[in-house]
């Protein structure tokens, strides 16, 4: 079973759309993130969730709202998509005791056309 | 907040050779050091950490150094194999009253093994 599972693989739209990106953890653990990954492969963290609460917001711009219904799950919603949204973007989950290892998704590439 | 610098970018070497990639740090507070590879198509996977108390740990072929005084740690392959190839990133993890232990990463450096 894939621990770390995101949906979908791929998304293509049109500028100006909502669309939403899942993702969901069958680890048991209680912090989830989401990073984005530019076309030069750099990496970056743009929220996490510890317990239903946000614990970071980078500056990421207000149409990015992360939404999470239980811990095992932390859902991305972008509305009014821009050019410049088009990446990959990954899940990835903590635990809360053991370590500090994070764990990724197979990632999500968003294409806004 | 904490800064992490990666080089090099590319890097070819001849299959059994050994590969080196370094990275600095910006954050004296940073304690867990993360190297993750990335394949094609894949997210990022955990190859090896280092936790601020330890200078050096070793994983077969793969080993990781930390010096904590000129916050720097480096990525040593040996032994390089075709399927090393891919892109590895270096993180440094805040300290963690930051609360969800955020991960900073360098800017990746794409590995090709050369049969």
């Known amino acids: 079973d894939t621990a770390v599972s995101q949906t979908p693989k791929y998304l293509v739209t049109q500028m100006g759309n909502d669309k939403s990106i899942k993702c969901e953890q069958n680890l048991g653990h209680d912090t989830m993130y989401w990073y984005k990954q530019d076309s030069k492969k750099f990496l970056k963290i743009m929220f996490s969730y510890n317990n239903k609460e946000l614990i970071i917001n980078e500056t990421v711009p207000n149409r990015f709202s992360p939404k999470s219904p239980d811990k095992a799950h932390l859902n991305l919603h972008i509305n009014s998509l821009e050019l410049g949204d088009s990446a990959v973007y990954f899940c990835?989950?903590?635990?809360?005791?053991?370590?500090?290892?994070?764990?990724f998704g197979p990632g999500t590439r968003l294409t806004v056309l | 907040g904490e800064n992490v610098e990666q080089h090099p970018s590319t890097l070819s070497v001849q299959e059994g050779d050994s590969a080196v990639i370094k990275c600095t740090y910006s954050d004296s507070a940073s304690n867990y050091f993360p190297w993750y590879k990335q394949e094609l198509g894949k997210g990022p996977q955990l190859i090896i950490d280092i936790r601020s108390n330890v200078g050096e740990k070793k994983d077969q072929r793969i080993a990781v150094t930390l010096n904590k005084t000129a916050k720097h740690f480096s990525l040593h392959i040996t032994e390089t194999q075709p399927e090393d190839s891919a892109v590895y990133f270096c993180a440094a993890s805040g300290h963690p009253g930051a609360g969800s232990y955020q991960l900073t990463f360098g800017k990746g450096t794409k590995l090709s093994v050369i049969p």
């Open positions: 990835a989950s903590r635990p809360a005791q053991g370590g500090n290892e994070q764990f």
